[in-house]
């Protein structure tokens, strides 16, 4: 179902000035009761920049996304007790579609952004050097394509990475070996080439690697054996040796 409402242009212009924030909802033209920080406010409205991108929301998930509730009890999202900021949005196996709006940058204080097994599609053009705190980046099964984005390489705390079955490309880009609370990588199923990074072995945390079913080559460095605490690895369907 297609929503209607305010463009992203329009969002950033009122992020920018609307220091008292009357929040007008998609749609609704409805103002809250009570006024609120702005710092919420740039968590709602980036919230309502998602809503504006989805084409498509099969089962009705965001219908509660509105100012009849706080944003904190919206479906899918969790917002710390104290300050009432968003630290995760799990909207994952809704088959939600549409484009992801690069305005969840916003979503500062936010630790895991899962929408696996969604519909959403395009270029993944969140500045991710504005989620200092993201530990769970979790986009398997959708149609993303493009670079895995390098501004992940300022995620530090990042420990789950899963682009399962999407449409990335490129190579792997040897930032990763720099994230070292790195745990988990799911790559399986892109349209990833070059070699493997020889500076995954720097992930001593690291426990599951999956980058099969890509487009990989090269040897698989020795080095990866140095990672203590890897339990699952696999290249399978690669050109590897």
């Not at 009705?60 to 007790?81: Q, R």
């Amino acid at each position: 179902m297609a929503t209607t409402g305010w463009s992203p242009q329009l969002l950033g212009f009122l992020l920018c000035f609307s220091s008292f924030a009357f929040i007008v909802v998609l749609g609704q033209g409805e103002v809250p009761s009570a006024p609120v920080s702005l710092s919420n406010v740039t968590d709602q409205f980036a919230f309502l920049s998602f809503k504006f991108l989805v084409t498509k929301d099969p089962h009705n998930v965001l219908s509660n996304w509105n100012s009849n509730i706080s944003f904190c009890d919206w479906t899918g999202a969790s917002c710390s007790c104290g300050s009432q900021r968003v630290v995760a949005l799990n909207l994952s196996e809704n088959a939600l579609e549409g484009t992801l709006s690069p305005y969840i940058s916003n979503l500062s204080f936010s630790q895991v952004l899962d929408l696996s097994t969604d519909s959403f599609h395009g270029q993944l053009l969140v500045d991710f050097s504005r989620l200092p705190l993201l530990a769970n980046l979790i986009i398997s099964t959708n149609n993303f394509q493009g670079l895995i984005p390098q501004m992940l390489s300022r995620c530090r705390r990042l420990q789950v990475l899963s682009t399962i079955e999407n449409e990335f490309y490129g190579s792997i880009s040897e930032f990763l070996g720099s994230l070292l609370e790195l745990k988990h990588i799911n790559l399986y199923g892109n349209r990833l080439a070059g070699t493997i990074p020889v500076t995954f072995a720097n992930l001593s945390k690291l426990e599951h690697l999956n980058i099969g079913q890509n487009y990989m080559h090269g040897k698989i460095p020795s080095e990866l054996g140095s990672i203590t605490h890897l339990t699952f690895f696999s290249v399978e369907m690669n050109n590897l040796t």
